[in-house]
């Protein structure tokens, strides 16, 4: 079983959400079912720096918000992640909603300290990347439709 901590940010105006992954860190192959092999089979990859590298487009999952929750759902419908919408920054929000997406980081042991300022959680992510354990990709985030949001 693992669990998952949650960072919203916006810098210069682009959403960002980081995932802490923990209880599922791979030590090779990712073999075992979780969030981290899912995040990887819907398209998500592994960056190698978190500076300068532009998040790939195209992951099969998207964010869906309902009156309650955001959800994070592949494009077949599984969902994936589930947080109460209350636990959502406002500011984030409104940052995805108006672009209809966000920076996705998922990584394992990222000891992201909600009191870090953006440029340390930046450094942090950064220090994963490097040391590949740092999945990105641009997704899609948009109000619950009859579709998902997709980017592409």
């Known amino acids: 079983m693992s669990t998952t901590a949650v960072r919203f940010l916006v810098a210069r105006g682009q959403p960002l959400m980081a ?3 923990d ?5 090779g192959p990712v073999l075992e079912p979780g969030l981290y092999r899912s995040l990887l089979e819907s398209g998500m990859v592994v960056i190698e720096s978190f500076f300068g590298t532009d998040l790939p ?9 309902e009156t309650g929750e955001l959800r994070l759902e592949t494009e077949g419908g599984d969902k994936l992640l589930r947080m109460d919408r209350s636990g959502v920054d406002r ?9 209809k997406g966000t920076m996705l980081l998922a990584g394992h042991a990222l000891d992201l300290d909600p009191d870090e300022t953006p440029r340390d959680v ?3 992510l950064d220090e ?8 990105g990709a641009i997704v899609g985030v948009g109000e619950a439709t009859t579709g998902l949001p997709l980017f592409s």
């Open 19 to 21: 995932l802490d992954i």
């Open 23 to 27: 209880g599922e860190r791979p030590d």
């Open 57 to 65: 487009r195209g992951a099969r999952l998207g964010w869906v918000l």
């Open 91 to 99: 500011e984030w929000r409104r940052a995805a909603l108006a672009m």
């Open 122 to 124: 930046a450094r942090r």
């Open 128 to 135: 994963a990347a490097r040391r590949r354990d740092l999945l």
